[in-house]
């Protein structure tokens, strides 16, 4: 008579990859926060306040995440979410998704806030399946640029608004 062990889901190496992906930011976070001021005499909360705060969050969301893997929850999507699970994931969405929210921070500096916005935009949109690049840029570019003279209006400064060209 041989016994058979069966794969509970708390066996499942893929099930812990969120609670430790989320436990370790809020880690990371949390020690950042040590290197940041918690109060400020001008504003009153500076900015490790935020970075703590988030941090505190992340890590009891991974900590619930991961009671709830150790339990043997399934996660399904809800029905109001539109996901086909039978579909596998679309790594080109994921990547230009990701390559739009990595890469305007690369850009911000050398070609301005509008620019950089312009090109998040552009590469979120065309992830979800955008097909108007062009529409998709001029959207983002008209947004990003009232974005960036209203927080400039009230004494936030976000760079340069084109670098390359002096202003």
Do not use: N
């Not at 935020?50 to 809800?78: D, R, S």
Request: aromatic fraction near 12%.
């Amino acid at each position: 008579m041989t016994s058979v062990v069966k794969s509970s889901p708390t066996r499942r190496p893929s099930r812990w990859g969120l609670p430790a992906g989320v436990l370790i930011l809020g880690a990371v976070l949390l020690h950042e926060a040590t290197d940041l001021p918690l109060a400020q005499a001008y504003a009153g909360i500076g900015p490790g306040f935020f970075v703590l705060a988030i941090g505190l969050i992340l890590t009891a969301l991974g900590l619930a995440l991961g009671y709830q893997v150790m339990k043997g929850t399934t996660f399904e999507p809800e029905e109001t979410e539109g996901a086909d699970v039978s579909r596998p994931m679309s790594w080109t969405g994921f990547l230009t998704a990701a390559a739009g929210v990595f890469l305007p921070v690369a850009l911000v500096g050398y070609a301005g806030f509008p620019i950089g916005g312009a090109v998040a935009y552009a590469l979120v949109t065309r992830a979800y399946g955008s097909k108007r690049p062009l529409v998709d840029v001029v959207i983002g570019f008209v947004v990003t640029s009232i974005t960036w003279f209203a927080f400039t209006k009230l004494g936030v400064q976000l760079g340069a608004f084109f670098p390359p060209g002096g202003f």
